[in-house]
């Protein structure tokens, strides 16, 4: 019994001394969303991020965009070291693993405002996405016909919305608007599932020009309005952590890579090319335009 028990202790020392750290010496780790990653394996298609130059095709989102603009400035500014993926519903878990430098950096762009809160924490890079750039889609469910017909400001008095105040840009433009209701709800796969139950009417969400805005994760599938824009008028950036090992070295890379890339005129080109910055012939900004 008790040999049955040494071997036990051996193998369970043994397999622990195999459970990855949030850093070695040469990886990085990186904690997406399941449905990010996929779109953005799909993408690469077993390119690397730095061979990308054309970002039209299927599987691209704003999320990608920006997972492939950081590794690309990170890589001309010399950050050469690479990243270990840990799949799964993250949401807010990586503002306090950033905040505790547990994770280097967050390859999805944050808001300006939401970025300054933990200011002390993080360094804030440049913008990817500048001021008066940034439209949202208005998302229901295939069947919720009074959203898809909205047209006007007044139409919203009839409707109900959802987001969370942790992200003020989002939360700003949706209490401007004269809604029906503003439900809170923190994590964002609740918000998706929320809406796609037609609890609540509407929520904003990035363009899907490839796919006609039509967003698809498992059973839930949602339309946004047609040709009905919100702007959303803030900055987004990256934010990297000032705590872990590697910030500063990242931060002085993503600061050298993203003007490179800027003087380049290859961010622009690239939302744009994914069509997250739109053209907006034809389009009704109903919360008014960018200036």
């Known amino acids: 019994m008790f040999a049955h028990l040494k071997v036990v202790h051996a193998l369970l020392l043994l397999a622990l001394s195999y459970v990855p750290t949030l850093y070695a010496e040469d990886e990085i780790a990186i904690f997406i969303r399941d449905d990010v990653y996929n779109d953005y394996a799909r993408f690469l298609a077993a390119r690397k991020p730095v061979e990308v130059t054309d970002f039209s095709g299927n599987y691209i989102r704003r999320d990608v965009v920006d997972m492939i603009i950081a590794q690309q400035a990170l890589t001309l500014g010399g950050f050469t070291y690479n990243y270990t993926y840990h799949k799964g519903n993250m949401n807010f878990r990586n503002t306090k693993l950033l905040q505790d430098g547990q994770l280097l950096i967050s390859f999805d762009s944050v808001w300006l405002e939401d970025a300054k809160q933990a200011a002390d924490a993080v360094y804030i890079s440049d913008a990817v996405i500048r001021k008066g750039e940034y439209f949202a889609g208005i998302y229901t469910a295939p069947e919720n016909h009074k959203v898809l017909a909205l047209k006007q400001l007044a139409d919203f008095t009839a409707l109900s919305a959802v987001s969370t105040p942790r992200w003020q840009t989002d939360w700003q433009t949706l209490s401007a608007l004269p809604l029906k209701e503003l439900l809170r709800e923190d994590e964002w796969l609740s918000q998706v599932r929320m809406v796609s139950m037609q609890w609540v009417d509407f929520m904003m969400m990035p363009l899907m020009p490839k796919v006609n805005n039509h967003y698809i994760l498992e059973d839930i599938s949602l339309l946004a309005v047609p040709n009905v824009l919100l702007l959303l ?59």
């Open 233 to 291: 008028n803030d900055s987004r950036h990256f934010v990297i952590s000032k705590k872990h090992p590697q910030g500063l070295a990242a931060f002085t890379a993503i600061q050298k890579g993203l003007k490179i890339l800027r003087s380049r005129g290859a961010i622009e080109k690239a939302y744009r090319e994914a069509g997250f910055i739109p053209d907006l012939a034809g389009k009704i900004v109903i919360n008014g335009r960018a200036h």
